[in-house]
C-alpha cells in the first residue's frame, strides 16, 4: 500500500497545475457565452495551447493501441488527480483538454465498441476536438432511472433503422458543433429485460431530429458547454450500420460507460470541492463583521474543517476506485464506484452550500461561480439514476453477504 | 390555549382558497414575463378579481386608523393562515392580492413612520397597486447583516438631502413600475452606533439613480416580481422632506419593519412547503420504477413523513410568533421572530430538496415550479442577516438567563 | 386561536414549579437506590407532600366520574404543561405526584375499560400509590412493533385463562410492590388479525410467573423505578374474570392506552430537555478553555440556538395534539399523535447529546444526569415501535390524500 | 499510488482472522468479569493462545531495537488493517494480543523516552504482560482539553518529586494489576506554557494514591478492561528518577504519545463498524415485520448503504494517516491524524445507533454488544479532547494557507 502518486502523475499534475495558473484562471473572466450556443472563443484558444503541450484526450484509457496513439495511454489511477484539477475551473478545464462530459464517455464507447467506420467517422474528429457529441438517454415520460422503462423505438426496416421517441437533459445538444448524437433505445421489446436495448448513431441533421428546447438546472441553461436539450426523434431513418455493436447490447454499453463517467465527474467534483473551499477559505479572511473577520467565526471553522474532512475521505475513496477499475476492472470496482456516485456529488454539495452561505448575496449571484456549481453538483445527485437507486442496490449487495 | 382559527379567519380562509382553485392555480400555467420587467398581464387580471372580492391588502395590520379604513384590519394571527395559503402559489398569489413583499413592508414603514405628506404621495398609490416599491439595504461591498457596516451616505445640503452608495439585490427594482426606493444609509457616522442611519424615499426618476443590473440567485432573475437590481445612488438629491422618521431612527424603522417582514416570509414559506409536499405526492404516486410506484419505497415514505412533521411544527411557531406580536408586540415575540426566521427557510428548503429529486430531472427544470421555489427559499437562509447572525444572538439571549 | 394557559393550568404550573423548587430539586442528591429494587425512600418522603398539596394523579381525565372525584380531571391540554415540568426532575417528580409510567396508562386501562371489580381490587391501590403495576407487552423473540407478532398465549380453560410466554423489558416489574402485571396475549391466534389479542390482569404472585433478570438500558438498570424486567409465563393461571374487556379487544385497548401514554412521554420529555439546556447553558458559562468561557465558542452558541428552536416547535406540536385529544378524540388526533412520537425523542436526544459534549467527561458520568436522561430517551426511539413504522404509517396516511 | 495490503501485512492478517475465529469469537459469551476488576480469565487464556502464535505486541513500531527485539516491528501501516481486526471484537482481541489501550500508549512512551532504568522496571513486564498500566492526565476540575489547564502539580523536594492532584477517568486504573501510572502534571507554572507539564511514573502502592471510585460511561463500569477511575494524589513521594524525560517535556510527550493512539482507536473503530453492520445486516435478514424481513425496508436499506460507504471512505483516511506516520512522521500526518480523531469516533457511532435501532430492545440491552460499544465510541468523541477543538485546529490550518 503506497499514497503517492508515481513520477508520471506527478510530473503531468505539475504542468496541468501550471497550465491552469498561466493559462485557464486568468481566461475564468474572458468566458462569454456565444448566442447560437456554439463553443465561446475562449475555450477555443485553450484548446489550442493545451493541445501544443500534449494536455490532451488524458482521460482515454486506450486498450487497442499503444500508449499514446490515442489518447495518453494513462490508467484510471493516473488520471485521476489531473480530472480533479481540472474540477478546479470546471467551465474551463475539461473542455481545454477536450477531457470533458459528455464527449469523453461517447468517445470511449466509440473506441470500446465501435467498429472500424463509425472510429473513423466520429470517433477521430472528437478525438481531435473538430466535433462535439451528446448522449441521447434520458426521457422525460419515465423513470430513466430503471433502463428497462426507456420506450424511444429504433425499429428495423430494410437496411435502416428508424427511431421514434423524446429525450431530454441531453447534454451538449444545444451546440450546433454537436454533429452526433448516440441514442438508447429498444430494439427488441419482447427480448430479456437487459437485451432490450441498443445503442445507435444519429448525425444531428438526419431528418426527423428537432432539438426542441434548452432545459435549465436551477435557472442555469448551462450555454457555454452547449447546454442541456429536448431532443425528439420523429421517425428518424439512418443506415443499420450506425448501430453500436450487437442489438440488444445497449444496457452492457451503457453499464460500461457509466463506470468510468462516474469516476471522471467524482474526480472533477473533487476539485471543485478544492476551489470552493479555497474561495470560502479566502472570502472569510477578508469580510468582517461585527468586528472581526468571519474567519473567528467558530460555526465557520467548522464548516472548513468539514469540508477538509470529508474532501480527503472522499477522493481517497475516488482513487481507490480508479485503482480497482484499473486491477480488476470495473465489475470488481462495482461497489466502490456505486460508493463514489453516492458520496462525492453530496459531499460536494454540502461544501458548496457552505462556501455560497459565506459569502452572503454574492455566494447565489453571477459573481462568483458558487451557484451556477452548487446547481452542476445538486444535479448529479439524480443524473445517471438518483442516490436512491445506487444506494438499494449497493445495500442489496451488502445484505447478499450475510443470506444464504 | 385553543388551537382553532377564528371565524373571521376561517371565513377568509374559505374565500381565499376558493379564489386560488378558481383563479389562481390556473393562471399559474399562463404566467409570462414582460421584456422591460413590468408586471406580467395575468398577475394584473387577478389583482382586479382580487381586489373585487375585497381580497386586498389583507396584510395592513392598521394602527392609525378604523379596520378597513386601509388594510383589512386582521390582527398578525389572522392574517398568518392566509398569508400560508398565499404561498401555494407564491409568483402569483401574493401580488394578486396586493401582499407581496417587498411592498408589504414598504407600506407599513410608510404607514407607520412616515408623515401624512409621504403617505399621501406614496402609501396611497401603493395600497392601490398602481405603483410598485424597493427596499435598498444590502450593499455589496461589507457585511450587511451588521447594519453598522452599512457605507451609503445620506448627506444633509441645505434642504436636500444627497445619496451616494451603492447596493444590490435591490428586489422588484427592474420593474420600471417601481416607483420608489426607500434607501437605507448613514446621515450621521460619529453618532451612537444605532443612532447612524435613516431611511430615506427616493423616486426612481431622480437623477443620479441608476439601476445598473439584474442580479441572479441560482441562476434565476425572477422578472416575473421585478427582479433584483443592482443601483448606484451618484450623489442623487431629494428634499429633506423625504427623510422617514427622525434623522437617526433608521436602525430602529428597520428593526421594526423586518419582524413583520419576517413573519410574512415565514407563513407564505409554509404555504410554499405544503405546495411541494403535495406534489412530491402527486408525482409518487403516479411514477414507476422497479415494478411499483416511487411512494411504495420506503425512503420516500420517509422524506414524506419527516415533511409532514415538519411542517406542523413550523406552522405552529410561525402562529405562536404572529400570536405573540399580537399580544405582546415585537419585542416580546423576538425570540420566537428570531426562531422563525432560522428554523422555516431550512425546513422549507429540505422539503423542496426532497420534492425535487422525487421528481428527477423534472425537478431541476421549469416544468416544475421546485427548483425556482428551492433558489428562493435557500435565499432567505442569508437574506435579512444569515442563520448563523440569528443563531448567534438567539444563543446569547438564551444564555443570559443563566449569567449573573 | 390563543396561545396562553388558562388560569387552572397557571395555578397549577405554579403551584407545581414552587413543589420542584422546594421539594424536589433539593431531593435529586439524595436519591439512592434501594438492594431489593422497591421504591427510593426519598420518592416515597416526596409522594406525602404532593398528596397533602393535591398534586396527585393530575394525569387522569376521567370520564366516567365527576372532576376530581378520580383524578384532578384536567383535561390534556390542561395536564401537558404539567407533566413538562415534573420532566425537569424526571426521576422523581413523576413518581412523587403518581404521574410515572406505566402505572399512568394502567390506571387508564382500568379506569377505562376495567370492570367494577377488577378497579376495585388494582385501580384503587393504584390511584392511592399503594401499589405499582407493570404493562407486559413485548416479546424478546417477535418484532412486537408489529402486534400481530405477539405470541404469548392466553388459552380458556373452563373458568380461568391459563398464560404461556415470554416478555421482556416490563418496565417497574423488577419493583417487588409492583404487585400487578397487564399482559398482552393471544386468545384467539385464528380471529381477524385485530381480534386475536386480550389483555389481562396477572397477579405478580401467581405461581407460574417468573421475574427472570433485569434488563439494562445502555448499562443502565433504571433501579429507582423498578427497572425493566424479563418476565416468563409459564402456565400461569388465573380466573377468567382478570381479563379486561371483551375477548378480542387487546388490540383496541392498547391503541386506546398508548396515545394518551405517548404524549405524557413527549411532554415529559420537553421538560427533560428544558432541563438539559439549562445545564448547558449553566456550564458554558463556567467553564473555561482556550482563555473564555466555553459559552463564548460559536459552536456552543449554535447548539443552543437550535435547542432553543427545537424545544419551541415540539412543545407546540405536543400541546396541538394534546388539544386534539380533547376537542376531536384520539383518532382525529392520531397524524399529530404519531407526529410527537417521532420528533420529540429525537429532537430531545439530540440536545442531551449536546449537553453530554458540553459537560465534557462528566456529560457521560454519573455525575450529571445527563447521560442516563439520554439513554432513555434513546431507548424512547424505538420503545411503542421503533419511529421507522410511525414514520411509514403517518407517510401512507398523507399519501391518501392524492390518492383516488 | 497502491490500494493493495503488502505480503506480510496478508499473512499477518490471514493469520489474525482465524484467531479471531478459531480462539476469540467463541470466546465472546463466556466473558465474564471479576469482582475486583483484575483481568477476566477469559482473556488470560487468549492471551497464552496468541503469545504462543506471536500475535503479540503488534502494536509497537520499535525504533530503539531490531524488528522484533520488542514488538513486531511492523510500520503503522502494517499494523492498520491488524487494528481493525482487534476491533470486532474490541472487549477481547485487543486484550488477548497485548494491544489494548492504554497500555500500548504507555509502552511507546517508556519506549521512547523513558531511560534504561524505567525500561527495565516497567515497559519489560508491561511488554510481557504481567502488569497493567494507566495513564493519568484528565482532572475533573478543568476542560483538560486544554493541557494548559491541567492543576496536578509535580513539586521537587530534594531528591524526590510530591505529587498533589485529582484526576479522573483514568481507564484501567480499577483493575489492581494496573501497577503503576503515567501523572501528567506541572513542575514548573511559571515557565513557558507548553514547558510547564511533565509526566512521572507513580507505582500504585505508593502511599497518598488513593483509587477513589469507579466512573461510569452511560452507564457502563467497563469492568473488562479494568474501568475508569477517579484517582487522588495526596502528598504522593516518589523518586526524582521516576520523571520521564526532562523536566517541562510533558506536553511534547503527550502530543507523541496521542498521535499514534488516535490512529489506534480508529483502526479498532473501523473493525467495531464492521462488525455492527454484520450483526445489522444479519438481524434484519433474520427478522421479520408485516410481512417481510427487516432487510427488504428501504429505509433500513438506506441505512446499510451509508454505512458501507462511510466505512470505506473513513479506513482509507486512517490508512493514509498512517502511511504518512510512517514517511513524513507524526507532524506531517497532522491534518490526517486530526481529521480520523474527528471523523472516525462520529461515524462509527452513527452506524452502532443503526445497529441498534434495527435490533429494538435487544440493542439497547446486554444481549448484544451493541449498546456498549456505543457507549465506548460516544466517549472517543469527547476523550483526548472534545471533538469541536480539534476542528477548530484543523480550520485554523486549513486557513493560514490562504492568510498572508
Redesign the interface.
Known amino acids: 500500500?503506497?499514497?503517492?502518486?508515481?513520477s508520471r502523475?506527478e510530473a503531468l499534475r505539475e504542468q496541468l497545475t501550471a497550465f491552469l495558473t498561466e493559462h485557464v484562471y486568468p481566461a475564468e473572466s474572458r468566458l462569454t457565452v456565444e448566442p447560437d450556443w456554439s463553443t465561446p472563443a475562449v475555450i477555443r484558444e485553450l484548446q489550442q495551447e493545451a493541445r501544443g503541450q500534449g494536455l490532451w484526450n488524458l482521460f482515454l484509457v486506450d486498450k487497442h493501441s499503444l500508449p499514446g496513439e490515442r489518447g495518453a495511454g494513462l490508467t484510471n489511477?493516473q488520471y485521476a488527480p489531473l480530472a480533479e484539477l481540472t474540477g478546479r475551473s470546471i467551465q474551463l478545464a475539461p473542455a481545454a483538454l477536450n477531457c470533458a462530459a459528455p464527449d469523453t464517455g461517447n468517445m470511449e464507447v466509440l473506441n470500446e465498441f465501435g467498429d472500424e467506420a463509425q472510429r473513423k467517422q466520429w470517433l477521430e474528429p472528437l478525438l481531435s476536438g473538430e466535433i462535439r457529441s451528446a448522449f441521447a438517454m434520458?426521457e422525460?415520460e419515465v423513470?430513466?432511472?430503471?433502463a428497462t422503462?426507456i420506450r424511444t423505438l429504433i425499429t428495423r426496416d430494410g437496411d435502416d433503422y428508424v427511431i421514434n421517441g423524446r429525450k431530454?437533459?441531453i447534454t451538449g445538444a444545444m451546440n450546433p458543433e454537436c454533429r452526433i448524437f448516440i441514442v438508447m433505445g429498444l430494439t427488441d421489446p419482447e427480448a430479456e429485460v437487459h437485451r432490450r436495448q441498443s445503442m445507435i448513431l444519429v448525425p444531428r441533421d438526419t431528418p426527423g431530429v428537432t432539438v426542441k428546447r434548452a432545459?435549465?438546472?436551477?435557472?442555469?441553461?448551462d450555454r457555454d458547454h452547449g447546454g442541456h436539450a429536448e431532443v425528439v426523434f420523429d421517425d428518424v431513418r439512418v443506415p443499420a450500420g450506425n448501430l453500436i455493436g450487437e442489438p440488444g447490447s445497449g444496457f452492457a454499453i451503457a453499464q460500461a460507460r457509466l463506470g468510468p463517467g462516474r469516476i471522471h465527474h467524482c474526480m472533477r467534483a473533487i476539485g471543485v470541492a478544492e476551489r470552493a473551499?479555497?474561495l470560502m477559505?479566502?472570502r472569510?479572511?477578508e469580510?468582517?463583521?461585527?468586528g472581526k473577520p468571519?474567519?473567528a467565526?467558530?460555526?465557520?471553522?467548522?464548516w472548513?474543517?468539514?469540508s477538509?474532512?470529508r474532501i480527503?475521505?472522499?477522493r481517497?475513496?475516488v482513487?481507490?476506485a480508479a485503482?480497482?477499475m484499473d486491477?480488476v476492472g470495473n465489475r470488481g470496482a462495482h461497489?466502490?464506484i456505486q460508493?463514489i456516485k453516492?458520496?462525492v456529488p453530496q459531499t460536494v454539495e454540502w461544501i458548496l452550500d457552505k462556501a455560497?452561505?459565506a459569502h452572503?448575496?454574492?455566494?447565489?449571484?453571477?459573481d462568483t461561480p458558487l451557484?451556477?456549481l452548487?446547481?452542476g453538483l445538486?444535479?448529479l445527485?439524480?443524473?445517471d439514476g438518483?442516490?436512491?437507486?445506487?444506494?438499494?442496490s449497493?445495500?442489496?449487495r451488502?445484505?447478499r453477504?450475510?443470506?444464504g
Chains 1, 2, 3, 4 share one sequence.
Not at 438518483?386 to 438499494?392: A, G, M, N, Q, T
Open positions: 500500500m503506497d499514497f503517492a502518486f508515481d502523475t489511477l434520458t422525460p423513470a430513466s432511472s430503471d422503462n431530454w437533459y432545459m435549465t438546472v436551477f435557472g442555469y441553461e473551499l479555497e477559505c479566502r472569510v479572511s469580510r468582517v463583521a461585527f468571519l474567519a467565526q467558530g460555526v465557520i471553522q467548522d472548513i474543517a468539514e477538509r474532512v480527503e475521505q472522499a481517497l475513496l482513487l481507490k485503482w480497482l486491477t461497489t466502490e460508493a453516492i458520496v455560497v452561505q452572503g448575496a454574492a455566494g447565489v449571484s453571477q451557484a451556477q452548487w446547481a445538486r444535479t445527485r439524480l443524473a438518483p442516490d436512491e437507486v445506487h444506494r438499494r449497493l445495500a442489496r451488502e445484505l453477504k450475510y443470506q
